[in-house]
């Protein structure tokens, strides 16, 4: 995650945007203004909660509203492929399954754009952002990974005590469906205990949809 906190931190702090017009086609489909699009980027490619971060950044630069950058928390901080292909892949057993996943990931982010409302405000109004020096950026990408870290620690410590004491006594495929609702990789990471594959399949979108309790706090 965190050459992607730096990447996202230097890209909101250098630019207003991008004129890639695959980014521009993109902002389009999910109704943010063309030159807003470079924020789909950390959202779909960096992983949770690197889009949020992203999003938080541009609204502290003044870039985009505070309605604008609540709507798009919606559907800019998403599961990564890194995640999906280097863990996830290895849990089922065709490939085909882990672009599934990451498809109906996307389809559901787009889904969630559609549905919510565009601000009432006036468009965004362009601004000049201040360019930090590189050390800067990389600081305050440490303290991103620094909370990230701490609320995986916790939440690790939290459902090894659990795993202990209560979760012995639970059906496998809920023991690793709370697992990952309460912190997603754990859960993911157990996801081979569940022997019928499609139920796996169903669990595992479930949970990268969901993200669980502790991403939601990291975001």
Not at 2 to 18: C, H, W, Y
Not at 102 to 117: E, N, S, T
Not at 163 to 189: K, M, Q
């Amino acid at each position: 995650l965190f050459p992607f906190f730096f990447l996202s931190t230097l890209l909101t702090s250098t630019q207003n945007g991008m004129n890639s017009r695959i980014l521009q086609a993109a902002g389009k489909l999910f109704h943010i203004p063309g030159e807003l699009s470079f924020l789909l980027l950390p959202g779909f490619l960096g992983g949770y909660p690197a889009g949020a971060q992203t999003v938080t950044a541009a609204w502290e630069q003044g870039t985009i509203s505070k309605d604008s950058a609540e709507r798009m928390l919606a559907f800019c901080n998403n599961a990564g492929p890194s995640f999906l292909f280097g863990i996830l892949a290895s849990k089922f057993p065709d490939k085909w399954m882990a672009w599934a996943l990451w498809g109906l990931h996307i389809i559901g982010a787009l889904i969630a754009a559609q549905l919510m409302a565009m601000p009432s405000a006036s468009p965004e109004m362009e601004c000049t952002v201040t360019e930090k020096p590189i050390p800067e950026v990389l600081f305050a990408s440490m303290k991103v990974m620094a909370s990230v870290s701490g609320w995986l620690l916790l939440f690790r410590v939290l459902i090894a005590f659990l795993d202990h004491w209560i979760f012995w006594i639970l059906p496998v495929s809920v023991r690793v469906l709370v697992s990952g609702l309460l912190e997603l990789a754990n859960g993911c990471f157990l996801l081979e205990q569940i022997m019928d594959i499609r139920l796996r399949f169903v669990v595992c979108t479930l949970l990268l949809s969901l993200g669980g309790l502790c991403v939601l706090l990291q975001s």
